[in-house]
């Protein structure tokens, strides 16, 4: 994922591998786009989309998160995707800098995920456009082997509850599985049951 431009990304639609989100903590009144200016706290909802999106990528394909990028319209094509870029989000963590939003983010992530390699296979940047701050999260698939699947708790409860959650890439949104959608999920894509996966011992 590494090798796909800022511009690349920032011209595409949402798809299996590129999501992108307006901030981590943010409120931003949709029909103005503007910031809600009386927001005391960290809006944790934002925070649980940006951990579920992360968790998805990690059980499917992999793929780039761009936070600071508002979700574009299809019908607006290959135009660039307006920048709202974190700054706003620098007044939550302690540090208020890219150095304090990394902390932020691992420390996310790592309090979320049931598989501590799901740390390592992220990596956060920090690219300038249009003199903004934008937070890029590439995200390497997990590897397909039984039991390196990841559960997810969140913030806030879903319909599935918070804990051992589980999320996929399903074409261009992120998917709360079911128990049994679950089973049937992991089982095709981590242990073995499809072509290339019963090759485990070569590579």
Known sequence: FEETSLKELLSSNESQTIEFKSSLWTQYNEATGERVKQQK?????????????VAAFLNTDGGTLL????????SSGDAIAEIRGIEPDFKWPKKKDTEGYTHALLQIFKNAYSNPIATHNTTISFPEFEGKIICRIDVEALPRKVGQQCYTK????????????????????????????????????????????NSEDSD
């Open 154 to 197: 969140t913030k806030i409860k879903t319909e599935f509850g918070k804990k051992a959650l589980f999320f996929a890439r399903i074409s261009d949104t992120t998917e709360n599985m079911s128990s049994p959608s679950q089973y049937g999920y992991i089982r095709h894509h981590f242990e073995g049951y499809t072509g290339e996966n």
């Open 41 to 53: 706290e960290k809006m944790l909802e934002l925070e649980d989309e940006v951990v579920k999106t």
């Open 67 to 74: 936070i600071g990028v508002k979700d574009k319209p299809r």
